[in-house]
């Protein structure tokens, strides 16, 4: 019976962090730097479907909507942490 090979791991590129922050600073700065802020407002229930965490909407002046999430999949609205003295984070609702 011959042996099947399979793939040793020193073949793949490795996962390097700094340069996936990197990547992902400049394409978050080419869409935000610059922006101004249009309109502030908590999604209705509609827009938020099933989560059960309402978060903040800010839409930009280019009609691009930042909607916080709870992670990357989606699986909730989430706060913001700000550095704004009296307002430390807008929370869901």
Known sequence: ????????????????????????????????VGRTIKTVRYLTKEEAGDWWKIPIAIQLDNGKWLTPMSDDEGNNGGAIHTTIKGLPCIPVI
């Open 1 to 32: 019976m011959t042996k099947i090979k399979t793939p040793q791991t020193s073949n793949f590129k490795k996962y390097d962090p700094e340069q996936l922050k990197i990547h992902w600073q400049k394409k978050v700065a080419k869409e935000l």
